[in-house]
């Protein structure tokens, strides 16, 4: 997906260093059992996708960033957020997050 591949680039118009992204391939929205009895399979064209991303720099700079995240056309979420100084380090913060992203896959099968 475009969105996450372009999430180092967009660190980086923040000043940000992009320190790793891990990105999930695309999950059902809901989950394929209920209780014990597994649900007959349908076509789904709602799923969510996510990456987990670190970034170190200026403390604005990340909340400016995170902001830009959430304010896209994608529905987008940030969860597990933690932003911590490294030990010895007095400037410049980690920040490790979860970005979910809900994927219409229909509206790519439209296109």
């Given at each position: 997906?475009?969105?996450?591949?372009?999430?180092?680039?967009?660190?980086?118009?923040?000043?940000?260093?992009?320190i790793?992204?891990?990105?999930?391939e695309?999950?059902?929205l809901v989950?394929?059992?209920?209780?014990?009895?597994?649900i007959?399979?349908?076509?789904?064209?709602?799923?969510?996708?996510?990456?987990?991303?670190t970034v170190?720099?200026?403390?604005?700079?990340?909340?400016?960033?995170?902001?830009?995240?959430t304010?896209?056309?994608?529905?987008v979420?940030?969860?597990d957020?933690?932003?911590?100084?490294?030990?010895?380090?007095?400037?410049?913060?980690?920040?490790?997050?979860?970005?979910?992203?809900?994927?219409d896959?229909?509206?790519?099968v439209?296109?």
């Amino acid at each position: 997906m475009q969105f996450f591949e372009n999430i180092n680039a967009m660190a980086l118009v923040y000043n940000l260093k992009p320190i790793s992204r891990v990105i999930s391939e695309p999950k059902n929205l809901v989950d394929d059992k209920v209780g014990d009895e597994k649900i007959k399979p349908q076509q789904q064209f709602i799923k969510t996708q996510s990456a987990k991303v670190t970034v170190s720099g200026n403390y604005f700079d990340i909340v400016d960033f995170l902001n830009e995240l959430t304010d896209r056309p994608q529905k987008v979420c940030i969860t597990d957020l933690h932003i911590a100084l490294d030990a010895g380090e007095k400037f410049n913060p980690k920040a490790s997050f979860k970005i979910i992203l809900i994927v219409d896959l229909f509206k790519d099968v439209k296109e």
